[in-house]
């Protein structure tokens, strides 16, 4: 008996490992009214289009359908270099991504520049990290800014703590007075379709 336990332990760790916290915490079906995020979900080539583009930079679209547009995407992005499409579209002179802190003047800018450059490699995310922390400095109040900066905490906690791979991110669910920038079945789906998971690892 021991033994078997043993061994669904360990088929449900390899589970949880093959996953990651970017790549699996999905919500956006919660914007399937935008016709443009479930295109970018149906495409088998997930380079963005210059129609995803222009949906990321219209400043008449919210952050958070812009967020799903990138999470429609998927992990299939990866390796694609969306985030440089995008950064060339705000500014096609930069030459190094050095000097992205100078041209992302907006949190948005900087969430949406941190999500994709997370997404396209999703393993090494340092970088990300640090420009998706300059957003939340930016818009401190914004709980979609604060979701996604939590999911690219996780992944990192991925590799070091299964409970902080669930802490980091249920934290900003619990934060009081966050501005609700984000649909509220956008942030179930997140906890409920994965993340959830790991609050087994906190007992």
């Not at 008996?1 to 916290?21: C, N």
């Not at 930069?94 to 941190?114: C, H, P, Q």
Request: net charge negative.
């Amino acid at each position: 008996m021991k033994k078997l336990i043993f061994i669904i332990l360990v088929v449900f760790s390899t589970y949880l490992y093959a996953d990651s916290p970017l790549t699996s915490s999905e919500f956006y079906l919660s914007y399937s009214d935008f016709p443009q995020v479930m295109n970018a979900h149906d495409r088998e080539d997930k380079t963005l289009t210059d129609n995803d583009i222009q949906f990321l930079t219209d400043k008449t679209v919210m952050l958070d359908a812009k967020l799903a547009l990138i999470n429609a995407l998927g992990f299939k992005q990866a390796g694609k270099h969306n985030e440089a499409k995008y950064l060339n579209r705000i500014n096609p002179n930069i030459k190094s991504y050095d000097e992205v802190s100078g041209i992302l003047t907006s949190a948005e800018e900087a969430i949406i520049f941190a999500y994709l450059l997370a997404m396209d490699d999703y393993f090494n995310v340092a970088r990300a990290l640090d420009i998706a922390k300059n957003a939340s400095n930016k818009a401190p109040q914004s709980l979609a800014i604060a979701l996604i900066l939590g999911l690219i905490q996780a992944q990192i906690e991925l590799d070091n703590d299964w409970c902080e791979v669930y802490k980091v991110v249920n934290h900003v669910r619990e934060l009081p007075n966050l501005e609700q920038d984000i649909k509220p079945d956008a942030v179930k789906q997140i906890f409920e379709n994965y993340l959830d998971d790991y609050k087994q690892f906190c007992n």
